[in-house]
């Protein structure tokens, strides 16, 4: 009986065994998105993620007679979608005017730009 693997062999090798190891690693991947509030921004999201075509044995390290079988990526768990500020004016006197934009993370998420107090 044959088996598939990436391993090369030959005659002499004759006498070696043939072992094979899974591994799991946790992948994190942190994402940001503009968008208008929480909703659309979990909309923006599911629609990316991991490229599963880059799972591949590029991703894995080999050295000496050892050869990648195998890779594999599954989806797990995500976190909570987190707020982190506004794109808002800076807080300079011709902000405005010339376009100076920020992420304000003491604005509030339900304030729209428009509804903020000038000082």
């Known amino acids: 009986?044959?088996?598939d693997t990436n391993v090369m062999f030959n005659k002499n090798d004759i006498g070696k065994n043939l072992y094979?190891?899974?591994?799991?690693?946790?992948?994190?991947i942190e994402?940001?998105?503009l968008a208008k509030d929480k909703d659309e921004a979990d909309k923006l999201f599911s629609?990316?993620?991991?490229?599963y075509a880059a799972v591949n044995n590029e991703?894995?390290?080999?050295?000496?007679?050892?050869?990648?079988?195998?890779?594999d990526a599954n989806y797990t768990d995500s976190g909570k979608t987190e707020y982190i500020g506004k794109v808002d004016y800076e807080d300079e006197?011709?902000?405005e005017e010339d376009g100076l934009v920020e992420i304000n993370t003491m604005a509030s998420e339900s304030?729209?730009?428009?509804?903020?107090v000038n000082g």
Do not use: F, H, W
């Open 59 to 71: 991703l894995t390290e080999t050295k000496g007679d050892v050869e990648t079988y195998m890779v």
């Open 93 to 95: 006197e011709y902000a």
């Open 1 to 3: 009986m044959s088996i």
């Open 20 to 28: 094979r190891k899974k591994t799991y690693y946790t992948l994190v």
């Open 47 to 51: 629609d990316c993620g991991i490229n």
């Open 111 to 116: 304030i729209k730009p428009s509804e903020r």
């Open 31 to 33: 994402q940001e998105v």
